[in-house]
């Protein structure tokens, strides 16, 4: 197995982060010393030209670049990289001025003024076209630099518009998907229900409180397009800065958890993935926060299962909290490094120096108001980067996983937009963060992937309220229980295809019944102060939110209901399948059900884990492991407020100090990353 690397020209971990000389033109010998700071922080890169369009086009087809030309050749000759953003993801004052068409328009039907920033229509033509001019030049000047590694496409592509040309673009959408034929559209979104039928593909409009919303399928299609047109107006923003320099790679920064935007047909048009990340630390359940943010870069790392950049994060405090609590010491280390261990090639922070004004300006950089090295935060900064530096030799390494969990945006959309169930418990993410902590917590490689991916690789995939199953999906879940694989699933599977229309036949749809020799024949929603419990193994587990009804067809079972008047009926059980066994989970658990259930599978399955235990490493302990196919190096991280001690199960090589050891003492908020070699 060898390494990947984001740019082969420069191998190494990037550290740096968003640099915006163009707020600070007046001030002369800014980037001079600009360029001292950024060595003695030992940074290494600079994310350049995110937001510079009105410094570089101040007026309709004027281009001015000497600043531009500055800036990058200082950072190389200062021994940085950069990598380049086209500037779209906000537009100078000029161009919505002239051409108010590229704002967007919402869904009460009115057009932004010029608001500030990712408001942009990705319909307009215009838009598309005065990014097409600017990308070309950026390409044309810059493209064979010898600063620039990467392309950063805009910025956080996110946000619908509901404008004239976005709602002919949808009917045009759904035109393909639906063959130019109505009757087919009719069928697939059951709009004989309310006598809804549609008569021409004119007559449809997206979903908003004023428009028609009885069909979920209707809803889905527009997220879909969503996506698509924001995928549209990507491949538009990177057409000339590939045919300009087809070498250099190509990424847009994603927000991970972010719901709007189905990351996964993202895979292909970029050629790496890249996130933001700025988890709410030292507020809450630290665990569950340091959960949420690996699961969101599983996510990321996910679309393309190769090294990822973290593109953004903070220093140590952001400005749009609610309370904007700075990282306590230790934890402005872990935080980032938490992507690393993750599969992340860099440490980039937004923003390298502290904007004078503007909304961001209490937002944590790297160089604060007071101008010099002499901060707290600095001295942390330069010593993440001499820690870089030190573990060079894991950047590019692979994160391998013998276990995987299923998220899937289609899944999570027709979920929140169905009617039943309960509008407050549906907690699609939640639920899947909740199955995947299983994993964090015993320090398990876990992917994170999408109900089409190939599972072949696994021994595990869990696909929590996995509620659409297209014929792609049934039989990729079935195809790897009947070569060897173990599936768990829970309420909800396969109740409704692509469309929103349900399975006939029983639940779960199509194959799946018979793939888990179970049908489903009722789900109870209960009330927030309802229960039911189970037992397992001897331990009781407490039920909440959803309690199907379900019948064992075949399936062993291995927990009942406890209570109420179906008692007695399935809430776990196991069929076998083909070489392989699916799992289903009838009922919702607080978290003690699933892992003990999970666990069980895990050893059975010889789930190999980062530190050769697979019992909990305690509380907001985790652990994971990069490696190369000769060497592995192991995180162990700390999140909780309390020292932790692990064993690691052998002797590693502690890459921080140099010294051999088979335990990892770690301080409140402490990181340990190790190497060993396989035998
Ligand atoms: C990101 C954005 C940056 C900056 C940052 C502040 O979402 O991409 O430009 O605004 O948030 O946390």
New binding site residues.
Partial sequence: MSKTYMNEKFPHFLHGG?YNPDQWVDYPGMIDEDMRLMKLAECNEMTVG??AWSMIEPREGVFEFDYMDKVLDKIYENGGRVILATPSAARPHWLGDKYPEVFRVDRDGVREHFNSRHNHCYSSPVYREKVRIINTKLAKRYGKHPAVIGWHVS??YSGECFCPLCVANFREYLRRKFHNDIRELNHAYWSYFWSHTFDSFEQIEPPTPYTDQSHMGLTCDWRRFVTEMTVDFMRAEIAPLKEICPELPVTT?M?SNYVGLDYRRFKGVIDFASC?S?PAWHSGDQQDTAVHSAFGYDIIRGLTLKPFILM?N?TSV???RDYNKIMRPGMETLSPFQAVAHGSDSILY??FRKGRGGQ?KF?GAIVDHVGTEKTRVFETVKRKGELLKKVDEICGTAVRSEVAVVYDWESRWMLDASHGFSKNTKKYIETARAYYSVFWKRGINCDVIGPHDDLSPYKIVVAPMQYVADAETIDNFARFVERGGTLYATYTLGMVDENDLCHLGGFPGGKLRDVFGIWNEEIDTLYPEDSNFCEFKGAKHKLVDYCELIHAEGAEVLAVYGEDFYRGMPVVTSNVYGAGRAYYQAARDCGTLSDAVISEIVKERGVRSATGTVEPLGYGVSAHVREDGEDRYVFVENYSDVPATVPLGRKMTDLISGKETDVCKLDAYGLGIFKYSEE
Avoid: K, P
Wanted: proline share 0%; aromatic share 22%; glycine share 0%.
């Fill in positions: 968003d995110i937001f910025n956080e920064n927000l933001d700025y953004e903070t952001v400005n749009w937004f923003q961001e937002h």
